[in-house]
C-alpha cells in the first residue's frame, strides 16, 4: 500500500476498526461497562444518601420540572457535548454510546429497585455496592479506549485551554455541579462524600486491569476520570 493509500484508508477506516484493533472485544467492554454504570447510578440514587455529583444536579433538575432521570441526563449529556466545540475536543463512539446508553437505562433500573425496602442498612449497602460497581464500570468503559464520557472530554478540553491542573478543574466542576444541583434539590449526602473520595482509588486498581492492548496506534483521547 502506498503512503497516500495508507492516508487514506486512515481517513476513512477509524482506528478502533483496524486490523489489530480488537473492535468486537473493545464494543463489548463499552456496552457492559455502560450498563453497569447505569446500574451504579441508580444504586446510588435509590439509596437516597447522596448521589454522584453530575446526578446531584440531574435529581434537582428532574424535581423542577418533572422529567424522567434519563431524560435529563440525555440532555444534560448532549449540553456538555455541546461545549466541546469550542475547546476543540473530538468525541469518540465510546462518548456517544456513555449518552445514549445511560439515559436509556437509568430508569429502567430505578424502577427495579424501587421496590427494595427502606431500611438503613439496605440503603448503606445500596449506596457502597453502588460506589464499588461505578468504579468497575468506569474501568471497563474508559478500558475500551473508544472516547471519553461527555463529562470527562469536558475536563481535559478545560485543561488543556486554560493550563490549570486536571484535579483543579475536575473539583471546580464537580463543586459547582453539586451546588447548583442541591439547590434545585437535589440530594447531597455522605455517599457523595464518600464517592469523591474512594472513586479515584477505584479506577486506578481496575483500569490498569481492564484497558484493552491493541496493535495500532489509536487516534481517539482517552481520558482517565480523577477524583475530585
Known sequence: MSADDERTYARAVPSWMR???????????????????????????????????????????????????????????????????????????GTVANIVVISALVDPFLALLDGLPDAMGIRITLATSGIVLNGLATGLYVGARLGPGPRDGLMTGLVRRTGRSVRLVRTSIEVGVVSVGWLLGGTVGFATLAYALAIGPLVHLFLPRLTVQTAVPETVEHVEPVAV
Open 19 to 93: 486490523p489489530g484493533a480488537r473492535p468486537v472485544r473493545r464494543a463489548v467492554q463499552l456496552l457492559i461497562g455502560l450498563v453497569l454504570y447505569a446500574a451504579s447510578i441508580a444504586m446510588l440514587v435509590d439509596a437516597g444518601l447522596g448521589s454522584m455529583p453530575w446526578d446531584v444536579l440531574t435529581q434537582g433538575i428532574v424535581r423542577r420540572t418533572g422529567l424522567s432521570f434519563g431524560v435529563v441526563t440525555l440532555l444534560t449529556g448532549l449540553v456538555v457535548l455541546a461545549c466541546w466545540i469550542p475547546l476543540r475536543q473530538r468525541p469518540g463512539v
